[in-house]
């Protein structure tokens, strides 16, 4: 999720193996799959929701990751100026102590505020640099969790301190700014509307190929006001429907204000990834929310595709292009994005990517902004 990505397995005990690429990929492995070929295909297939138990589960996984890059507003006649660096540094521990045990811990360093310091768009066109929350610099734990799961891992608890992007609204052509998309209204669902990472517990349930989740969230940190009514949300999804791989979910989710925590919140979405062809996939999320106090019913969609040009020789290659539109209280904005992912070798890859603002409030200025152009580099390097 993020540029100069640098991974390296600091310790591990006898079976375990090499940790994924970012820690959202680590987060991922350690609740779902192993790792696997980047390719549409190959990525839609390993993301079932019951992947097979290794024999002889890792241990231990200490894993590091490096990761920084840049975004340019060309948006004269302040394009020279409106340069905006960006980098993150996560330290992720996974333990498994028997098969059907894991307790996982992120701590993660973010320095640079991204183009929204200047821009305050809607749907937020750096996901990195939106767990800053305002700041230039931050250190934070920003996942730690135990898992529980029956032996056949069709049932899974996990319960501490929680990201809802990493159980709800996922979709796997679009929800990872490392790789992927780099607009968070392309990334995941605005009116998904998730709090803080912190307490939390959800639960996950598989039968065949459908699918059931909840989750009970608060509605801050430890450390923040937890006043209010919980964050709660439900998901239903469903695989395979038709011959290509494919998954369809749909979510609601109901909480407090953050604002106003007298005043409650709720929203619903659907989240829709679908291969058309052995190397393409498109995917579609739409939702609508309202608040209470506020007299307009919010609502978002985005649509997009992804393709691995085998055609050309590059089998783990990626290229995106994405448009999303934001309908909220505060105004309306069109976005699109487009990237490639370069895979330069088993262990690093190039990804360019192009944001362009069609039309959104400022919410720093007050103004608007119209024909934003912002090019930007990443780079993992495994």
Same mark, same amino acid.
């Given at each position: 999720?993020?540029?100069?990505?640098?991974?390296?397995?600091?310790?591990?005990?006898?079976g @375990?193996?090499?940790? #994924?690429?970012?820690p959202?990929?680590?987060?991922?492995?350690?609740?779902?799959?192993?790792d696997?070929e980047? @390719?549409a295909?190959?990525?839609?297939?390993?993301?079932q929701?019951?992947?097979?138990?290794?024999?002889?589960?890792?241990?231990?996984e200490?894993? =590091?990751?490096?990761?920084?890059?840049?975004?340019?507003?060309?948006?004269?006649?302040?394009?020279?100026?409106d340069?905006?660096?960006?980098?993150?540094?996560? #330290?992720?521990?996974?333990l498994?102590?028997?098969p059907?045990?894991?307790?996982? #811990?992120?701590?993660?360093t973010?320095?640079g505020?991204?183009? /929204?310091?200047?821009?305050?768009?809607?749907?937020?066109?750096n996901?990195? &640099?939106?767990?800053?929350? =305002?700041? /230039?610099?931050?250190?934070?734990?920003?996942? @730690?969790?135990?898992?529980?799961?029956?032996?056949?891992?069709?049932?899974?608890?996990?319960?501490?301190?929680?990201?809802?992007?990493?159980?709800?609204?996922?979709?796997?052509?679009?929800?990872?700014?490392?790789?992927?998309?780099?607009?968070?209204?392309?990334?995941?669902?605005?009116?998904?509307?998730q709090?803080?990472?912190?307490?939390?517990? &959800?639960?996950r349930?598989?039968?065949?190929?459908?699918?059931?989740?909840?989750?009970?969230?608060?509605?801050?940190?430890?450390?923040?006001?937890?006043? =209010?009514?919980?964050?709660?949300?439900?998901?239903?999804?469903?695989?395979r429907?038709?011959s290509l791989?494919?998954?369809?979910r749909?979510w609601?989710?109901?909480? &407090?204000?953050?604002?106003?925590?007298?005043?409650?919140?709720?929203?619903?979405?659907?989240? +829709?990834?679908?291969? +058309?062809?052995?190397?393409?996939?498109?995917?579609?999320?739409?939702?609508?929310?309202? %608040?209470?106090?506020?007299?307009l019913?919010?609502?978002?969609? &985005?649509a =997009?595709?992804q393709?691995t040009? %085998?055609?050309?020789?590059?089998?783990?290659?990626?290229?995106?292009?994405?448009?999303a539109?934001?309908?909220?209280?505060?105004?309306?904005?069109?976005?699109?994005?487009?990237?490639?992912?370069v895979?330069?070798a088993?262990?690093?890859a190039?990804?360019?990517?192009?944001?362009w603002?069609? %039309?959104?409030?400022?919410? +720093?200025?007050?103004?608007?902004?119209?024909?934003?152009?912002?090019?930007?580099?990443? @780079?993992?390097?495994?």
């Amino acid at each position: 999720m993020r540029p100069v990505a640098l991974l390296v397995v600091l310790a591990a005990l006898p079976g @375990a193996g090499l940790a #994924a690429a970012a820690p959202a990929a680590a987060h991922e492995r350690a609740q779902d799959v192993p790792d696997a070929e980047p @390719a549409a295909r190959a990525g839609l297939e390993r993301r079932q929701t019951l992947p097979p138990t290794p024999p002889i589960p890792p241990i231990l996984e200490v894993s =590091g990751a490096l990761r920084g890059g840049a975004q340019w507003v060309l948006n004269p006649p302040r394009a020279r100026d409106d340069v905006f660096g960006f980098g993150a540094f996560d #330290a992720v521990v996974v333990l498994r102590p028997t098969p059907n045990v894991t307790l996982l #811990a992120d701590v993660e360093t973010i320095v640079g505020p991204g183009p /929204d310091a200047a821009l305050g768009s809607l749907s937020r066109v750096n996901e990195e &640099s939106e767990r800053l929350f =305002g700041d /230039d610099t931050r250190v934070f734990l920003r996942e @730690a969790w135990i898992r529980l799961q029956s032996s056949d891992a069709s049932i899974r608890l996990n319960v501490g301190k929680l990201d809802v992007q990493h159980y709800f609204d996922r979709n796997f052509f679009a929800e990872d700014e490392t790789r992927q998309f780099l607009n968070a209204a392309l990334v995941g669902n605005p009116l998904l509307a998730q709090p803080p990472n912190g307490p939390g517990t &959800s639960l996950r349930i598989s039968q065949g190929d459908w699918r059931y989740a909840v989750g009970v969230h608060a509605p801050g940190d430890v450390d923040d006001d937890l006043s =209010g009514l919980p964050y709660v949300i439900a998901e239903l999804g469903r695989r395979r429907i038709f011959s290509l791989a494919g998954h369809y979910r749909w979510w609601a989710r109901v909480g &407090s204000v953050p604002e106003r925590r007298d005043d409650v919140t709720w929203g619903t979405g659907i989240s +829709v990834d679908q291969l +058309v062809a052995a190397d393409t996939g498109v995917f579609v999320r739409a939702g609508f929310a309202r %608040s209470g106090g506020e007299s307009l019913t919010s609502h978002a969609w &985005s649509a =997009g595709v992804q393709h691995t040009p %085998s055609w050309l020789g590059r089998a783990k290659d990626l290229v995106g292009a994405g448009y999303a539109l934001v309908r909220q209280p505060q105004g309306r904005e069109r976005v699109a994005e487009v990237y490639y992912n370069v895979s330069l070798a088993d262990c690093c890859a190039l990804i360019a990517n192009v944001e362009w603002i069609i %039309s959104g409030p400022n919410q +720093v200025s007050g103004r608007r902004n119209r024909d934003v152009i912002m090019p930007g580099r990443r @780079a993992l390097i495994l």
